[in-house]
């Protein structure tokens, strides 16, 4: 039975005998049939509503362990008992007690699970937003055809106002497009061929066609509903020690509670049923359901709310290790720079050296093999035939072209190569320039140069200025040569450099920063991925490979360098609510205790059971009350104007 169904029974049960008890002192109203119509009531509400505790706490009592349901059992089970029992020799009896307990208690469980089911559908409701069919390109005639039938290679077209099937690129067409639901970015996007469009996002205005990259479970819609999943399902190392927590404070509860009932019946005086009263508050007062809901509700808020704004939180142990984070490390191509290169300088006879260049980077897919291949189509280049290749770790590559040996890399080449005096010079000014330079050679002998430049992101320097804001240090962290690096890094206001570093040493270079403090890395290449996965916290851009969007622990979903400060003000402020929640929800629980006690009975202040199940399940609802506040709560990014 669920939560819902079992709270509802327990409260239509309790309802009469709570009736009576308000209505029994003013009016002498009593229930049709007494004590034996509250037996009935409160059996009920012990076999169908409290039976779950039982089992729970009896389970945990048998692995030598306690919960928030040993408490809960205890103390529904104890005064149900004794009810029956002072029915047989006729003494007072609380029933409603046992009742009314199991009512506020489940109350609070109705509350959490609302709560979850809230966050949850926040999300699902982007899956239902999804294309219902495509109009697919089928034997030469566009058609309508479900969702479900759309494949990998299908060529798709959108007209305006319609929504994009699946996740793909544009091969024909242009238009803007409503990304605002996946990304959380409001302005409309413009796109034109070759580039990616997202599927569920909405078209404005053009028609395009675009060809199907991704469907299914494989498009990032898909695959951002169950990262959130994930997410809101795992735990915060903190969890842990709320969980040791409980595990020692049920056993001492249950201590006090005896020790509260020997205190009034043996040395006070009190009647068996009165010193079991408090002894019975005690228990249901200290039950710590609100320690319990404390971090999986912000949890829950959080990364639904990060998700929303285009930032993807996997999980509650990157959330807390982004509290503790000093030091922010960058790759640089396609994290702080553009990541599309072009050629602006080629030093040397041109067509001969971007013909070499170009025979030798034809295979390759590195960002400025690229813009090398670029240049030689716009310069219409006929691109020669190269074999025997053979790559040059950290280098660059050999290969033979018209008979001769050639090569094409960078500097660290110069140690098995001749270049002359003006050329070497050359290549150190156009360094300083922030150009990444490429040596091209014949026969051991460089006979060219090619200057290639990434410029910064726009927002780059923005960027880095929130995060040194925030006191942390940053590093820029790149296979690329020291001038170039530093050049990038001093545009962009980076504090340190890290350069020609070799793909497999950069995971070494993070833990060597590990040594002074906890270390976020953002990165989106293949070559990252190491990396991500060794830095405290991985951050991998949204535009990047599969691989490095699997190795980071947060996504960023619009690929803006800025969001690595939004992503660390939202996780900050979920971690502090988490810790607000654990502080109230302890507090209650260490002032509730005296009062349940009878300590304060000389002045009037005492909790019956039913009154401290009440309060235990508003201390439950504050601390649903104050995740769910997550949502307003205003995320301080310190992003500076640009």
């Known amino acids: 039975m669920s939560i819902n169904s079992r709270f509802w029974v327990s409260l239509v049960m309790s309802v009469p005998m709570v009736a009576e008890m308000v209505l029994h002192p003013l009016t002498g109203w009593m229930l049709p049939g007494g004590e034996w119509t509250m037996l009935g009531l409160t059996t009920i509400v012990m076999a169908v509503s409290a039976g779950p505790f039982m089992q729970s706490a009896w389970a945990s009592f048998q692995k030598h362990h306690s919960n928030m349901d040993t408490l809960v059992a205890i103390g529904t089970a104890t005064a149900y008992l004794y009810s029956i029992y002072a029915m047989i020799t006729h003494q007072a009896v609380f029933f409603e007690s046992a009742a009314v307990v199991t009512t506020f208690v489940l109350l609070g469980q109705v509350f959490e699970e609302r709560m979850r089911n809230n966050a949850s559908n926040a999300v699902e409701k ?11 390109l089928r034997d030469g005639e566009f058609v309508k055809v479900p969702l479900a039938e759309v494949v990998v290679g299908d060529t798709i077209r959108v007209k305006p106002g319609e929504k994009v099937a699946v996740d793909g690129v544009i091969t024909q067409g242009t238009s803007t497009i409503d990304e605002s639901m996946v990304t959380g970015e409001s302005m409309p ?23 199907a990259e991704k469907v299914g479970e494989d498009t990032m819609l898909a695959q951002i509903v169950e ?36 205190i009034w019946y043996v040395f006070i005086g009190a009647s068996v049923a009165n010193a079991l009263i408090f002894a019975v508050s005690v228990v249901v007062i200290a039950c710590p359901c609100a320690l319990g809901l404390a971090t999986p509700t912000a949890l829950m808020v959080g990364t639904g709310r990060s998700a929303k704004m285009g930032i993807l939180i996997k999980n509650g142990e990157v959330l807390e290790a982004v509290n503790d984070v000093t030091t922010v490390v960058f790759d640089k191509t396609g994290t702080i720079t553009v990541g599309q290169p072009a050629v602006t300088d080629i030093i040397g006879d041109a067509t001969q050296v971007l013909t070499v260049a170009a025979g030798l980077e034809e295979a390759s897919e590195h960002p400025l093999a690229t813009a090398i291949m670029t240049k030689a189509k716009t310069d219409e280049i006929t ?31 110069l140690a098995d190569y001749q270049i002359s005096a003006d050329l070497k010079q050359r290549a150190q000014q156009l360094q300083d320039e922030a150009k990444t330079v490429v040596y091209v050679g014949l026969s051991a002998q460089v006979i060219g140069l090619i200057a290639i430049q990434d410029a910064p992101k726009p927002t780059s ?55 002074d403090g906890k270390v976020a890395f953002v990165g989106d290449g293949i070559n990252d991925a190491p990396a991500l996965t060794t830095a405290d916290v991985g951050i991998a ?28 003000a939202l996780s900050k402020k979920t971690f502090n609510r988490i810790k607000l929640n654990l502080f109230w929800a302890f507090i209650y629980n260490v002032l509730g205790i005296p009062v349940a006690a009878g300590v304060f009975f000389a002045i009037g202040v005492t909790l019956s059971p039913e009154l401290a199940g009440l309060a235990m399940a508003f201390s439950s609802l504050s601390v649903v009350t104050s995740s769910v506040l997550l949502n307003k709560a205003k995320i301080s990014t310190r992003v500076q104007p640009a």
């Open 461 to 515: 320097k923005e960027a880095i200025a929130a995060l040194k804001s925030r006191g942390l240090k940053t590093v820029m962290l790149t296979g690329d040569n020291q001038r170039v690096a530093r050049a990038i890094a001093d545009q962009v206001g980076i504090d340190d450099v890290i350069a020609d570093v070799l793909p497999g040493d950069k995971a070494d270079h993070i833990k060597t920063l590990q040594q």
């Open 126 to 136: 982007l899956v239902d937003l999804q294309a219902k069919t495509a109009e697919v």
């Open 227 to 262: 990262l959130v999943k994930k997410a809101q399902n795992s735990h915060a190392p903190i969890q842990k020690l709320t969980d040791k927590v409980s595990d020692i404070f049920v056993p001492i509860v249950l201590m006090l509670a005896i020790l509260t009932f020997l």
């Open 383 to 413: 691109v020669p035939a190269a074999s025997d290749f053979k790559a040059i770790e950290g280098k660059g590559v050999e290969a033979s072209v018209d008979g001769q040996t050639a090569f094409v890399g960078n500097d660290k080449l």
């Open 541 to 568: 851009m949204g535009s990047g490979t599969d691989i490095a969007i699997e190795s980071g622990g947060i996504v960023l979903v619009k690929n803006d360098l800025r969001d690595v400060d939004r992503a660390l």
């Open 189 to 211: 996007v413009e796109k034109g061929v070759g580039d990616h469009v997202i599927g569920s996002t909405i078209n404005s205005n053009g028609s395009f066609q675009f060809q």
